[in-house]
């Protein structure tokens, strides 16, 4: 906490708003891994980590497509082969 602004900051943090921030301006986690100097992405995805309620918010906005069935949405079955994966 800075004595003169009584205004708390670190270093630490800015890094977590920049890398959100370019995770919510559609910046790929390669990218934003590469601008932090991060070696792993598992430390970038901790950096610019969102929550459920973005998550929806994200999902709502974009243009995914869920097959529907004339009553709900469509059940997948799950797929069954007799002779392993030599059936396929």
């Not at 973005?54 to 069954?80: D, H, M, W, Y």
């Amino acid at each position: 906490m800075s004595e003169k602004t009584c205004v708390r900051f670190s270093w630490h943090k800015c890094r977590h708003t920049y890398a959100k921030t370019l995770l919510r301006s559609g910046v790929d986690l390669e990218t934003i891994r590469i601008m932090l100097g991060h070696e792993n992405l598992g430390t970038t995805q901790i950096y610019a980590a969102i929550g459920a309620d973005e998550a929806l918010e994200r999902i709502s906005r974009s243009n995914v497509k869920f097959v529907k069935a004339s009553v709900g949405i469509k059940p997948i079955k799950p797929c069954t082969f007799l002779h392993g994966p030599e059936g396929i």
